[in-house]
């Protein structure tokens, strides 16, 4: 697989890095984390109408622009490395890549256009106050009514949950696990904001007391269609995560290269040269699985479940390291609130956690290989 990008990808790449180095600034980083919404709706406006970001990989016939997950991956690695405030992992990562695998043309045709067009915030629920994400977990459950479907249960860690319009949520059925769309403003439901380790990315608790709800896709069929979307989830997350350790590692040089100790710049001491070249070591390797993976669910998608297993072990892994190792080469003043390498260490840390740890992706990747 040839892994170089094209003149029009990397015109994409400087696009979006010049309108995040405008919009997302550490100042309006830690502005909107002090927020309730944790976004600003006029910068998610923009990014839908001035450069149909949320509509990029979504197919023109619902109002998208048809690109791959090549372009998405591209998109998510700017927005990892400038810590984006924004419900764009979870409304086209998470939600949209839902709805498209699960063939659902009313399902699709109902709310891709909103996505593409930045008028609907979604989600994806699944996993609940256990914090475990396996199929045996899902315990809210749903029930046929007379007109359609009613879920009663609890739904918590989900991104950008308190929100979003469409919530996608994970219930049992007497048929299995199956896949529901909600309204945000459904009745009987119930969100609230959590408190987390990355306050760049809001998650929620989701209480559903008799909450109507449409099946999306076949009843008894959610969790095979989850784990395509767990593969698409961990793959974009892998590209974020290669942004992020970029943008740490560029940090750091950048502070050992001025920084100034005993009458030497500190990025002559061998101590420092050997932490930034083993950073920079894992950050490359981060990069190309990222970029495998991505590259992967563009091109070869039966290929994928490998692809992610290893971008999601290895990216997690790379970014905790890159993160920490920044805050150790910036000594003393890297363990300050006003210096943002902690707000990269806690993305880093809790994306980690958000679809398995990396010891559970590399026992997945042994099973698909045959070990």
């Known amino acids: ?59 023109e016939a619902y109002g998208g622009s048809g690109y791959s997950f090549v372009e998405l991956g591209i998109v998510l690695e700017e927005m990892g490395a400038s810590l984006l405030c924004a419900p764009f992992f979870s409304t086209v990562v998470l939600a949209a890549s839902t709805l498209l695998r699960s063939g659902d043309e009313a399902a699709m045709a109902e709310w891709l256009p909103g996505i593409a067009d930045g008028s609907v915030i979604a989600t994806l629920a699944h996993l609940e106050d256990s914090g475990r994400g396996g199929e045996a977990d899902v315990a809210a459950v749903a029930s046929a009514t007379g007109d359609g479907w009613s879920i009663t249960g609890t739904k918590s860690f989900v991104i950008d949950g308190h929100v979003a319009d469409l919530v996608l949520v994970a219930a049992r059925t007497e048929a299995g696990v199956s896949l529901f769309s909600v309204r945000g403003d459904a009745p009987g439901l119930g969100r609230t904001r959590l408190e987390t380790l990355d306050l760049t990315r809001t998650q929620a608790r989701l209480q559903l007391d008799q909450v109507p709800a449409t099946l999306v896709g076949v009843d008894g069929q959610g969790w095979a269609l989850l784990a395509d979307v767990f593969d698409l989830a961990v793959t974009g997350l892998a590209a974020e995560q290669a942004g992020g350790s970029q943008r740490v590692l560029d940090m750091a040089a950048a502070y050992a290269g001025e920084r100034v100790q005993f009458g030497r710049i500190i990025g002559s001491f061998q101590a420092i ?87 559970e992706w590399r026992e997945r990747l042994a099973v698909l290989v045959g070990i």
């Open 1 to 59: 697989m040839d892994i170089v990008f094209s003149d029009e990808q990397q015109e994409l790449r400087a696009t979006v890095r010049a309108f995040l180095e405008q919009k997302s600034p550490e100042s309006e980083v830690r502005r909107l984390m002090e927020t309730e919404s944790g976004h600003d709706p006029a910068v998610w406006t923009q990014m839908a109408e001035q450069l149909g970001l949320q509509g990029l990989a979504v197919p």
């Open 273 to 359: 040269k050997h932490k930034c070249a083993n950073v920079l070591m894992e950050v490359e390797l981060a990069k190309t699985a990222a970029y495998n993976a991505v590259w992967t669910a563009a091109e070869a998608p039966d290929e994928l479940p490998e692809a992610a297993a290893i971008a999601a072990a290895f990216c997690s892994e790379a970014y905790v390291f890159a993160a920490s190792e920044n805050i150790q080469i910036h000594g003393g003043m890297g363990f300050t609130y006003e210096h943002p390498a902690h707000l990269y260490l806690r993305r880093a840390k809790s994306s980690e956690l958000l679809f398995g740890l990396p010891s």
